[in-house]
């Protein structure tokens, strides 16, 4: 029997388990509240990641302010005090806003012209998807020769 198009979600369906800092910087962008906000389709949010999306941290690169920090809170894992947030994390979090079904999933895994473009799929996968079910998700593409 084939699986249902319907994904399940893990987690908060409100927050998509993001982290609480990272969610605050999205829902405040102007680039999430009025750019995106404006893309209706699957199609466009592609077109989007395509254009606009050349790396994977969730803070712009020099927006956070991380002097004097230590540890966890220096910048290491990303999320110790606030900057601007990446187009990569609002256009995340606008693919969970769209309630992705799993064909359109794949086709994120799957596509061609850009390894961003997969990349979002793969960490829409880990932030949603439950965890049992993450080996069936990512083992097909362990031995993946893709690269751009």
Known sequence: MAPSNTLPMHGNE????????VLANIQASPYFKVHL???KTYHQV????????NHLEPWEKGSRKTAGQ????GGVRGVGTGGIVSSAFCLLYKLHTMKLTRKQLIGLCNHTDSPYIRALGFMYIRFTQPSADLWEWFEPYLNDEEVS
Do not use: W
Request: charged share 20%; aromatic share 14%.
């Open 14 to 21: 409100k927050t998509m388990n993001l982290n609480s800092l």
């Open 37 to 39: 906000y404006e893309l």
């Open 46 to 53: 592609i077109d989007e990641i395509y254009y606009k999306v």
């Open 70 to 73: 230590t540890g966890m809170c």
